[in-house]
């Protein structure tokens, strides 16, 4: 995992991608559909319209997200980016929904598509574009963990299968006569982009909501509070996670004899050690004396 000052520079590099690449696809494809006159050739069309709002979207949320805490915000403002996946989750599923009631009139009124070799050469120049940001998007998501990148790389993961569907559908209308090609693929094409909005509804909600970290990194901080010979015990542990950021809490159970001062070293140690294996958090810890009766939450 990169630092957060790398991470950032990585994710707005991204984001930028992200823009330009959308730009390029919207442009190529509006004259392949004046061209063919396809409704799947639309859709892909609508689909990059959306993509290019939802990347401005991004590129927003990614810079605001990067800005330090500030007296109003301590915890910093990583939540822009959760942010921006609701609201391109929102773009993402308005063009589903778009998509299968022009896909429905399509197949009740069949259109023969024409132009069919226009078509097919902006959906390669497409395919070529989309899986060369989607490969870096995932390298930057590697090394961010970012959920709107992740979001981003999502929905650019679903239209190399929406360019891929929009071929098999030219080469299906215009080579063999089958009209209804268009469409149907087109309402497949639509269901795949409502169930990759929910993914980044979920992904999103998970951040905004404060879940837990997954249980086998929960699992990691455990077992390096209890490899420190001065640890009897450790409770109530929370994780969350902003952003790029992570946060860490938890109350150390140390021998009740300890020294105010051997207790904090103790608890210190502990600290540069998860800090260590998760560079990218922050760490609070409260020292209890070990056998302490208090009243504790349980989950």
């Known amino acids: 995992m990169a630092t957060i000052e790398r991470a950032n520079r990585l994710k707005n590099r991204a984001a930028l991608a992200s823009v330009g690449v959308a730009a390029l696809l919207i442009a190529a494809k509006a004259a392949a559909w004046i061209a063919t006159g396809s409704v799947s050739m639309l859709s892909t069309l609508v689909d990059?319209?959306?993509?290019?709002?939802?990347?401005?979207?991004?590129?927003?949320a990614i810079r605001q997200a990067a800005v330090p805490p500030d007296r109003e915000h301590r915890f910093g403002h990583g939540k822009a980016e959760p942010l921006a996946g609701l609201g391109q989750a929102a773009f993402i599923g308005g063009s589903g929904v778009f998509l299968l009631f022009e896909a429905g009139r399509r197949l009740l009124t069949p259109v023969p598509i024409e132009n069919s070799s226009v078509g097919l050469i902006v959906m390669l120049l497409s395919i070529a574009l989309t899986l060369g940001l989607v490969t870096y998007q995932k390298w930057v998501i590697r090394r961010t963990g970012?959920?709107?990148?992740?979001?981003?790389?999502?929905?650019y993961t679903s239209d190399l299968l929406v360019n891929l569907g929009v071929i098999a559908a030219l080469i299906l209308g215009s080579q063999f006569g089958w009209t209804r090609a268009d469409p149907l693929?087109?309402?497949?094409?639509?269901?795949?982009?409502?169930?990759?909005?929910?993914?980044?509804?979920?992904?999103?909600?998970?951040?905004?909501?404060?879940?837990?970290?997954?249980?086998?990194?929960?699992?990691?901080?455990?077992?390096?509070?209890?490899e420190h010979d001065g640890v009897r015990s450790m409770h109530d542990l929370r994780t969350r996670s902003s952003g790029t950021q992570t946060f860490i809490q938890l109350h150390l159970e140390l021998d009740p004899e300890l020294?105010?001062?051997?207790?904090?070293?103790?608890s210190d140690e502990v600290m540069a050690r998860i800090e260590e294996a998760f560079p990218d958090a922050e760490v609070l810890i409260h020292e209890d004396p070990f056998g302490l009766s208090e009243q504790r939450p349980t989950f």
């Open 185 to 226: 693929i087109a309402l497949g094409v639509s269901l795949f982009i409502l169930i990759s909005a929910w993914q980044v509804i979920s992904g999103s909600l998970n951040l905004l909501m404060d879940r837990e970290l997954p249980e086998t990194d929960r699992q990691r901080i455990a077992a390096i509070i209890s």
């Open 146 to 155: 970012s959920i709107a990148i992740g979001a981003d790389s999502l929905h």
């Open 259 to 266: 020294s105010l001062a051997e207790a904090h070293r103790i």
């Open 48 to 60: 990059s319209m959306l993509d290019l709002a939802a990347s401005l979207l991004n590129l927003l």
